[in-house]
C-alpha cells in the first residue's frame, strides 16, 4: 500500500461524512471541552492556529514548535490568513488581528453595546442554517469580511439549574418562531482600520445564509423570512455596492446547500436547483449532473473543477467530481458514507469509482470512508504510492447487526436489529421502534454509527430494533424532503408504521402487540405523537428532549417547515403533540436536560403540566446540567438503564 501514518479522525476535517446533527452537536460539545478541540491553518498548510482554555497557539507544522500568542483576552475562533502572516480571533465580541512576526495586535471591529458582536456566527446561523462562522479573509489576507450581530431585538429567556439554586439564572437571546431575529449586517475590514458596510436589501432578505470572499470579491448569500427566495449577491469591497448574481425560488422554502454558492476561477458560479424531483448541480446556470442523483454538498472548487458529494441510492454517500471535459465522474467505491478534501489541484481523470480521477499532477486527494467496518483514510497522488492513514477510532463493544429492509411501496430505508442469539421461530420478539426521522440528519446508512450500536445494544436484551427514515429525512430528493411542509408529524409517522409492518412480515417473530418507541429531540416528538395519535399500534414511548410546542423553536428552523405562527397556526397546531395530551392511554416517559439552550426544557414541563391537566399519568426524568445532548459518561449509561427498565415494564418484557 505504501506509506502509512497514523492520525486521529477529529484532526482530518472529514465532515462531510457526518450528518448535520451530529456537527451541530460536535460543535456545542467544543463549548464545553479543553484542550485542542479545533485548529485552522493557511492556504498552504505551513501555519497552524488553535486555542487551549482560551490562550491562542500557533505552529509551523515545517519545523517549528507550537508557542503562545499574546492577545488581548481569550480566544474565540482563531484564524490565520491565507498567507500564514497573521491570525484574527474574537474576544469580548470585538475581532482583532495579531500579526505573528512581532505580535502587533489591532483591533478592527469594537462593539457599542454588550448585545453586539463581531465575527461570530447568530444563534440560527450556527444552530439552522450550517453558518459557524463570522468572518472570512480576503485571498491576499490584507482585509476581512466580517459580521456585525445586534442581539437586542432579539427576546430573553432564562436558563436555570435548579440543582444549584444558589446559582443564578444563565441568559441567552433566543428567537423563537415568530419573534424578531438579530440583526446581522456585512462589512469589509482593512487592517488599517477601514470598515464598508455591504448594502442589499435587509429588510426584504433578512437571513444571511452564506458569505466567502474568493478571487471575484465577497460573495455571499441572503435569504428571505419566509425562506421562499435566495438571492446569491456580488459586493464591491471598496464602496459596499452589491448586485444580483443568482436568484432561487421554492414554494415550499429553498433549501441550502452546504458549499454553495461558489464560484469557478473564470466566475462560473456554482449552485444547486431543486429541478424535476432532482436536487442537481449547475455550473453556469446549467444543470450538470443528472436526473436521480442527489446533491449534498460541494466539498471544493478548484479552477474550473467541482468536488462534491452526492447519492442516488439514501443509504450512501459518494464523492464526484465535475469539469465540463468530463463531466460527472464518481471517485469512491462501495456501500457507505464517503467524502473527501484536495490540496494542490483539480480533477483530471476519466475513470469512475478511480480516485485518481480527482488529482492534477502534483496534487492530492485525501478520501474519507465511514463504512460498517468504520473509519478508513486514504491519500491520494498523482505518480506516488497512496498513503493509508490509520483510524484511532475505538472499537465499539457491541457491532450493529443490521438487516436492511425496503419498507412498503415508497421503500423507505428501513434497519432491523435482533439479539445476536435469536433464532428463527425461538420465540417472540418486543419491538422497539428507535426512528429519528427529522429533517437534520438520516439513520438509516450505510455505516457504523453510534445509534445502530446503541440499538444492537437494546437488541441484545430481547428486543428486535427497528429504524426508518421516512418522508421529511435528507437524502431522498426535494420531493421526499417536503412532503412535511405543513405538517411534519402525520407522513412521518405512517411511514414508522409501515416500516413495522415490513420489518413484521420480515421477521415473524416480532410481536405487534408488544411495540414501544424512543427517539430525541425531534425523534422524541415522533416519539410522543405515536402513542398519542395511534396507541393501537405504538404501546410505550420515550420522549428525549423532543419539541412539544413548535412555537418555542427557533425561527429559521421551524418557520422553514411551519411558516409564520402568526399567519399559519394551524400549522404549528397539528405539528405539536402537546395538543393531544387528553388523548394519552399509553405509558410514557418524558426526558429533558434542564441545562438545555436549544430545545429548552419548558418544552417538556408543558407537555407534562397539560397531560396532569388531562389526568394523564405519565413519567418526567430530569436530568441536571444536561444540555440538548447529555454526554457525561455515568448520565449516558444511567439514562440508558432506565429506559430499559422503563421499556421492559411498560411492554411486560421479562429481564431474564
Not at 221 to 247: I, N, Y
Amino acid at each position: 500500500m505504501g506509506e502509512r501514518l497514523v492520525v486521529a479522525p477529529e484532526t482530518l476535517g472529514a465532515e462531510g461524512a457526518v450528518p448535520e446533527a451530529e456537527r451541530v452537536r460536535r460543535e456545542r460539545a467544543r463549548e464545553r471541552a479543553t484542550g485542542v478541540v479545533a485548529y485552522a491553518a493557511d492556504t498552504a498548510v505551513r501555519t497552524v492556529a488553535f486555542a487551549v482554555d482560551g490562550r491562542l497557539w500557533a505552529v509551523r507544522i515545517d519545523g517549528g514548535e507550537a508557542r503562545p500568542v499574546p492577545t488581548a483576552g481569550p480566544v474565540v475562533d482563531p484564524r490565520p490568513d491565507p498567507t500564514g502572516s497573521r491570525v484574527a480571533y474574537v474576544t469580548g465580541g470585538a475581532l482583532h488581528v495579531v500579526e505573528l512576526a512581532d505580535g502587533r495586535d489591532r483591533r478592527l471591529a469594537v462593539p457599542e453595546d454588550s448585545e453586539v458582536v463581531w465575527g461570530l456566527a447568530e444563534h440560527v446561523a450556527a444552530e439552522s442554517m450550517d453558518r459557524t462562522r463570522g468572518y472570512w479573509w480576503s485571498p491576499d489576507g490584507s482585509r476581512l469580511l466580517a459580521a456585525r450581530v445586534d442581539n437586542r431585538p432579539v427576546q430573553r429567556w432564562w436558563i436555570a439549574d435548579p440543582a444549584n439554586p444558589s446559582r443564578p439564572p444563565r441568559e441567552i437571546a433566543y428567537p423563537a418562531a415568530g419573534t424578531a431575529n438579530a440583526e446581522v449586517t456585512l462589512h469589509v475590514l482593512d487592517l488599517d482600520g477601514g470598515s464598508v458596510e455591504l448594502r442589499w436589501d435587509r429588510a426584504a432578505y433578512e437571513y444571511v445564509t452564506t458569505a466567502g470572499w474568493d478571487a471575484h470579491g465577497p460573495l455571499i448569500g441572503v435569504q428571505s423570512r419566509d425562506q421562499r427566495t435566495l438571492r446569491v449577491l456580488t459586493a464591491d469591497p471598496d464602496t459596499g455596492r452589491t448586485k444580483p448574481l443568482h436568484e432561487q425560488r421554492d414554494a415550499a422554502w429553498v433549501q441550502l446547500v452546504a458549499g454553495t454558492p461558489a464560484r469557478t476561477a473564470s466566475g462560473a458560479l456554482v449552485h444547486t436547483a431543486d429541478l424535476d424531483g432532482t436536487r442537481r448541480l449547475l455550473v453556469d446556470g446549467r444543470p450538470v449532473t443528472p436526473e436521480g442523483l442527489q446533491i449534498r454538498s460541494v466539498v471544493d472548487v478548484s479552477g474550473e473543477s467541482v468536488l462534491f458529494t452526492a447519492n442516488d441510492e439514501p443509504t450512501e454517500q459518494h464523492l464526484w467530481t465535475y469539469e465540463a471535459e468530463r463531466g460527472p465522474v464518481r471517485l469512491s467505491d462501495g456501500p457507505g458514507l464517503h467524502t473527501g478534501q484536495r490540496a494542490n489541484g483539480a480533477s483530471a481523470g476519466v475513470r469512475e469509482g478511480d480516485a485518481l480521477a480527482g488529482v492534477r499532477e502534483g496534487g492530492a486527494l485525501l478520501l474519507a470512508s465511514h463504512t460498517e467496518a468504520g473509519h478508513s483514510f486514504r491519500v491520494v497522488r498523482d505518480g506516488r504510492p497512496d498513503v493509508e492513514i490509520a483510524s484511532l477510532q475505538a472499537e465499539p463493544l457491541i457491532v450493529p447487526r443490521v438487516t436492511w429492509l425496503r419498507a412498503g411501496e415508497r421503500e423507505i430505508r428501513t434497519a432491523l436489529l435482533l439479539p445476536s442469539w435469536h433464532r428463527p421461530g425461538s420465540g417472540p420478539l418486543p419491538v422497539l421502534m428507535a426512528p429519528y426521522a427529522g429533517p437534520a440528519m438520516q439513520l438509516v446508512t450505510r455505516a457504523r454509527h453510534w445509534w445502530l450500536a446503541e440499538s444492537q445494544w437494546f437488541a441484545e436484551q430481547g428486543f428486535a430494533v427497528v429504524t426508518a427514515d421516512g418522508r421529511g429525512t435528507p437524502g431522498r430528493g426535494p420531493v421526499w424532503e417536503k412532503t412535511v411542509h405543513g405538517d411534519t408529524l402525520t407522513a412521518p409517522l405512517e411511514d414508522q408504521v409501515v416500516a413495522l409492518r415490513a420489518a413484521a412480515e420480515h421477521c415473524p417473530d416480532l410481536d405487534l402487540g408488544r411495540v414501544g418507541i424512543r427517539g430525541w429531540s425531534y425523534g422524541g416528538t415522533l416519539a410522543a405523537a405515536a402513542v398519542l395519535r395511534m396507541p393501537e399500534v405504538f404501546h410505550a414511548a420515550i420522549s428525549g428532549a423532543a419539541p412539544s410546542d413548535q412555537r418555542l423553536y427557533d425561527t429559521h428552523w421551524r418557520e422553514r417547515f411551519l411558516g409564520h405562527p402568526d399567519e399559519e397556526p394551524e400549522n404549528y397546531e397539528r405539528s405539536s403533540p402537546i395538543g393531544d395530551a387528553a388523548r394519552l392511554r399509553r405509558p410514557l416517559l418524558l426526558v429533558h436536560g434542564l441545562a438545555d439552550d436549544n430545545v429548552v426544557a419548558a418544552h417538556t414541563l408543558r407537555m407534562s403540566a397539560a397531560l396532569l391537566a388531562a389526568g394523564r399519568p405519565h413519567q418526567v426524568l430530569p436530568l441536571s446540567g444536561a444540555t440538548h445532548m447529555p454526554t457525561a459518561e455515568a448520565a449516558v449509561e444511567g439514562l440508558l438503564r432506565h429506559q430499559l427498565e422503563f421499556l421492559l415494564t411498560a411492554l411486560n418484557v421479562s429481564s431474564g
